[in-house]
């Protein structure tokens, strides 16, 4: 046919051209549909292909072979069945085909044409997409799609493009290797990458919605100057970069499994904004700059290179913007130009250099890294150590120029690095020389609030405006160079002399130059057990070219200290001007022992002896500084007044229990209540003999013991009637004390008198007694921690006053069988003679007169029987009741040091 002639297809059935038609005009399929069969089946002629009524399908027979056709357009509704066949599309006009191709393997070749051809279908065609042909667009706008398409190719110039109203995700799967563009313009778009490709051409965007996300595991390699805007997402495979190719513009989130893959040489790429869990490889030695735009972020994916291969730059438009690094990673260089590289291990660092040319290194925790680093920029600068953090550089530092130690935390120099030059500043923290390391500049400055400590070289004119603290611990820092006091220099000492923190100034100038207005002395023990003895000196500062000026004040950081400065021609003296005893008082939780230490801190200390037992005092642990104050103090003599105590108790029970035997065995009081109790002897001797023993432990403040008592008290009982009795005895006792742990003894001997009476008759009785004791007393003390080995004996003596009131009542209940209530009450006065020890030395005590008081009260329910025989009574009883023990006077005992 000719140019005027065309073909419509109408009618619901299918119409099949197996011919190779050469008609020229347009084919219309307005219903039904219209089958390309056999090799030779075409309309390749054809001017235009329109399927225009919804339902209507052009299909292209199973096996049919490719075909092509010219310009195509179509409703929604419509279908182009592919099959397993390929369609060339020779688009000349720009139209839209609305409606869905299908098929099982065939694809779509957008061919030789500039007209744009617009796919707004939810296409499902399993085969590839190819565009190809001198210019033109393939389009899938808002509802189009290509989705299943096996694979994309574009040669230039063609181009694949999405155009849309309104942002909307789209998706393709394999990019194959080509160089035609893309354009997102609005939309995100998803390559689900199934095999190996390089795409060469340019992918560009409108806004900054319109970006790339790589999926699938295979690898796609972009070559091209890419210049879209919005995110690239790594979610999978590999997205690598050749030196021509770049994704400078658009932000970077690498998701594990994802790969970002550096393979750009000597062209350095930019990765925006990088994030996320996904690795970076770097195949050869290139770099790549992470710009960070306005924001934060954090990568916490592995950098994997080698000691060769890798450089990562930090580039931030503001200075508090901060990238984290928290993988595990191994390139080549680290360089931060501007904004906040923060690190938690050396394990997020680089392998062979940390370049600092601007901005700021941080170290949010403690660790350690051997990784050099480089000064060389005029930019500011910093690496800062976050709160109660250490960093500890191990590898060199080279610098000639401006860097500052920021952040609370501390900067530790451990390497020598000789020969920098530029101005170092502690601003803030610590920073830390350790032994034989060396950090150099032109001039170091701490500022006010910061402090320069270490035992190791500052090889600098160093400006103190904040604190110097030579040593970890006791320890020299040297400067090489010049020294200017403006600050606090704090100084630790010991009792040992000159055993102190010192500054060394050596080299040219070698010159130390105190500030007579600001700068200030310091000055702290370094135990807080520790004796330091007046007239002790430490030389704290040396300098080889001269001193000049002197300290405005010099501070004692403990009340007991007292210092005087000597200021010589090249040193600086400190000396103590008083003797101080340091003991821990506030840990001691002993109140004996916590008063011993308060003593010994007041004692005088002119006795050569007694600053040898307070050398021995301050070497002692808590524990053992503990027993050695208890040792010293007078708190075990307390063993004597308990055993006084005791064995006034047991002669007062003896009495009592003597007297109510006479009532509790008169016959006639008993057995016949409407008589009078029957009158015993007129006199009776009676003897008793008595023994204890007590095995005392840490209880009310004593130091445990041992101790064994034997005694006998006898006496004479005058009846005057037969119910009144009257008495008189006396007694001996030795009582053996044994200190616990070897610590010594003490031997008492004790003389009793007491005088007894009672009142009885057929309901109860009352009886009373009192007591006097006469105490002798022999002691030996010893004394026993660290190197003292001494043995303090004393002799004095003592008396004591026990008084006892007693009563009971008497309620017959069946025969010889007695209900009897009774009240006790003993008043016990203990009094002991002071006295002084002897053999001890220093340690000898002057004991101060001593005594304590104490009322004892006892209410029982007895219930008793009687079982009388010829010349015996015995009463078996049942009793229940309450005791009752106050001290009214403290037993307190007081003493001093004979020595002191």
Request: charge should be neutral.
């Amino acid at each position: 046919g000719g140019a005027l002639s065309s073909i419509i297809k109408a009618g619901s059935s299918k119409l099949t051209l197996s011919g190779t038609n050469t008609y020229t005009g347009s084919t219309t399929i307005n219903a039904g549909i219209l089958e390309l069969s056999t090799g030779t089946g075409s309309i390749s002629s054809s001017s235009a292909v329109a399927i225009s009524t919804s339902g209507a399908s052009l299909d292209i027979a199973s096996s049919a072979g490719s075909k092509t056709i010219k310009t195509l357009s179509g409703v929604s509704g419509t279908n182009i069945n592919l099959n397993n066949n390929d369609l060339t599309i020779n688009q000349s006009s720009a139209l839209t085909y609305s409606g869905v191709i299908t098929g099982v393997s065939g694809g779509i070749i957008k061919d030789a044409s500039s007209a744009n051809l617009t796919l707004a279908g939810v296409n499902t065609y399993a085969g590839p997409t190819s565009i190809t042909g001198t210019g033109g667009k393939l389009i899938i706008n808002d509802t189009g799609t290509i989705s299943d398409s096996s694979s994309l190719t574009i040669t230039s110039p063609g181009i694949f493009a999405i155009e849309t109203t309104a942002s909307t995700a789209k998706s393709i799967k394999t990019l194959s290797t080509s160089d035609g563009n893309i354009e997102l313009n609005t939309n995100p778009l998803t390559i689900t990458q199934g095999a190996n490709a390089t795409y060469s051409g340019v992918i560009s965007s409108t806004t900054t919605a319109g970006g790339i996300t790589k999926a699938g595991t295979s690898k796609l390699t972009l070559s091209g100057a890419n210049t879209y805007t919005g995110p690239t997402t790594i979610t999978a495979g590999t997205l690598t970069l050749e030196p021509t190719g770049s994704i400078d513009a658009s932000p970077v989130t690498i998701t594990s499994p994802g790969i970002l893959e550096a393979n750009n040489g000597a062209s350095v790429k930019n990765v925006r904004n990088l994030q996320g869990t996904g690795n970076i490889e770097f195949p050869i030695n290139s770099s790549l700059t992470v710009p960070l735009i306005s924001t934060s972020t954090t990568y916490s994916g592995n950098i994997i290179g080698s000691a060769a291969n890798g450089t990562i730059i930090l580039s931030a438009n503001l200075a508090t913007n901060v990238l984290t690094l928290s993988g595990t990673n191994s390139f080549n260089t680290m360089q931060i130009n501007s904004g906040v590289l923060s690190v938690s291990s050396d394990n997020n660092l680089s392998d062979t250099l940390i370049r600092l040319q601007g901005g700021t290194f941080r170290a949010t925790e403690t660790f350690t890294t051997s990784t050099p680093f480089s000064i060389t920029t005029a930019s500011a600068k910093a690496i800062e150590v976050l709160t109660d953090k250490t960093l500890t550089l191990d590898g060199t530092i080279t610098a000639n120029n401006t860097v500052s130690k920021t952040g609370a935390g501390t900067l530790s120099i451990n390497s020598s690095n000789a020969g920098n030059t530029g101005i170092t500043t502690v601003a803030a923290g610590t920073m830390l020389i350790k032994p034989a390391a060396r950090w150099s500049a032109d001039t170091v400055n701490i500022s006010s609030g910061a402090s320069l400590t270490g035992t190791g070289t500052v090889e600098a004119a160093v400006t103190n405006a904040g604190t110097i603290s030579p040593g970890e611990s006791i320890g020299t820092l040297t400067i090489d160079g010049a020294y200017a006091e403006n600050g606090t220099l704090e100084i630790e000492i010991t009792s040992t002399p000159n055993d102190s923190d010192r500054v060394a100034v050596i080299g040219a100038p070698g010159t130390a130059t105190l500030n007579p207005a600001t700068s200030i002395l310091s000055v702290l023990p370094l135990s807080s057990t520790e004796f330091f003895l007046e007239g002790t000196e430490y030389i704290i500062i040396t300098a080889t070219g001269g001193r000049s000026g002197t300290f405005s004040n010099v501070i004692d950081t403990d009340s007991r200290l007292r210092f005087t400065v000597r200021y010589e021609a090249n040193q600086v003296v400190l000396i103590m001007s008083d003797s101080a005893l340091f003991l821990p008082i506030n840990d001691i939780t002993n109140k004996n022992a916590r008063a011993v230490a308060e003593y010994l801190g007041s004692c005088n200390f002119s006795n050569p002896d007694f600053v040898s037992v307070l050398v021995s005092l301050s070497s002692l642990n808590l524990d053992n500084l503990t027993d050695a104050l208890l040792q010293i103090s007078p708190a075990r003599f307390g063993a004597l007044q308990l055993t006084n105590y005791t064995n006034n108790q047991t002669v007062s029970k003896i009495l009592t229990d003597r007297l109510r035997k006479l009532y509790r065995c008169n016959k006639g009081c008993k057995e016949d209540r409407d008589e009078p109790c029957t009158k015993p002897k007129t006199y009776e001797f009676w003897v008793e003999p008595f023994s204890y023993f007590t095995h005392q432990r840490n209880l009310e403040d004593q130091r445990p013991f041992k101790n064994k008592v034997f005694g006998t008290i006898m006496g004479t009982d005058f009846n005057f009637s037969n119910h009144i009795n009257f008495g008189g005895a006396g007694g001996y006792s030795y009582a053996d004390i044994d200190w616990r742990g070897n610590l010594g003894y003490a031997k008492m001997h004790s003389a009793y008198g007491s005088l007894y009476a009672s009142n009885y008759n057929h309901f109860g009785f009352i009886n009373a007694s009192v007591i006097g004791t006469g105490n002798f007393y022999d002691t030996k003390r010893k004394i026993r921690f660290a190197d003292v080995d001494r043995k303090a004996k004393g002799k004095h003596k003592g008396f004591d006053i026990t008084t006892h009131l007693g009563g009971g009542l008497d309620f017959l209940m069946n025969d010889n069988f007695y209900f009897q209530p009774t009240l006790d009450v003993d008043y016990t006065y203990v009094w002991h003679d002071g006295f002084k020890e002897r053999g001890a030395d220093s340690l000898n005590l002057i004991v101060d007169t001593s005594n304590f008081s104490r009322v004892r009260g006892v209410a029982l329910l007895n219930f008793i029987k009687d079982i009388k025989f010829t010349n015996l009574c015995i009463s078996p009883a049942l009793r229940a009741g309450y005791a009752y023990e106050d001290e009214l006077s403290t037993a307190k005992i007081t003493s001093r040091l004979e020595g002191v």
